[in-house]
């Protein structure tokens, strides 16, 4: 049995970057389970571990499964990091990081996901920065365009907007729509308009057919 997200979103649209780059990122391992099954059962594909997360609850406490399980392999690791991370409790997926480590584990792309989204809810830019680094220099992943999002996110949040449009300038990936709105979105928040203007200009040559970015500048 493997895990299964059910990630909903915001109703109103209003979901950030990062939580958008991390569905992104763990759907890979989406397959249908049920509800009723033995979560510690080892059965591979993520050795039992299923935490079903409904309109952003998790339904089945953590401490049930994760202790639970006999072995704990990458996708467990993944799962649980990925999960508290989500839901505000940054602290718990960084120290379980930890743990994850000291246990032999091995991080991938989708552990650092997890890792830069956390940071983002909590909002420490240089150890944001930092883990960047360290999944880069220290475990050889190359960053996908998820995690660069994570970055754009994060930077804006403690007004370092210079910072993040100089990160998107040197991602070795075109930036997409989500990256370009939430980048607009900061320089609003901050009233930058001379960014605004750039990250607009950006937006617009990303998607020129959306007629909505042309009102995006301030809001009415």
């Keep these: 049995m493997a895990l299964i997200w059910f990630y909903h979103g915001d109703p109103k649209g209003n ?5 958008k780059a991390y569905d992104a990122g763990v759907i890979t391992y989406s397959i249908p389970f049920s509800i009723t099954a033995d979560l510690t059962a080892d059965t591979g594909g993520g050795q039992g571990l299923a935490i079903g997360v409904l ?6 406490p953590q401490s049930q499964v994760f202790q639970g399980m ?4 990458l996708i467990s690791w993944n799962t649980l990091i990925g999960g508290l991370a989500m839901h505000g409790r940054g602290v718990d997926a960084l ?4 743990r994850m480590k000291n246990a032999g584990q091995k ?9 830069l989204c956390a940071c983002t809810h909590m909002g420490p830019v240089e150890d944001g920065l930092a883990y960047f680094q360290s999944m880069v220099h220290d475990n050889s992943i190359v960053p996908q365009i998820e995690h ?3 970055m754009v996110d994060l930077l804006p949040r403690a007004g370092r907007l210079e910072q993040a449009m100089d990160f998107v300038s040197k991602m070795p990936m075109e930036p ?14 901050h009233k930058n308009v001379e960014l605004a203007e750039v ?11 959306n007629p909505a970015n042309y009102g995006k500048m301030w809001p009415g």
Excluded at 201 to 206: C, G, N, P, V
């Design 148 to 150: 660069y999002g994570c």
């Design 70 to 73: 006999k072995t704990k392999d």
């Design 199 to 209: 990250a607009l200009q950006r937006l617009i040559e990303l998607e020129p057919k």
């Design 176 to 189: 997409d729509v989500v990256i370009g709105a939430g980048l607009l979105g900061a320089c609003r928040t």
């Design 95 to 98: 120290n379980l990081f930890i």
């Design 107 to 115: 991080p991938d792309g989708i552990t650092f996901l997890g890792i």
């Design 15 to 19: 979901d950030s970057a990062a939580v």
């Design 55 to 60: 309109n952003l609850a998790i339904v089945i």
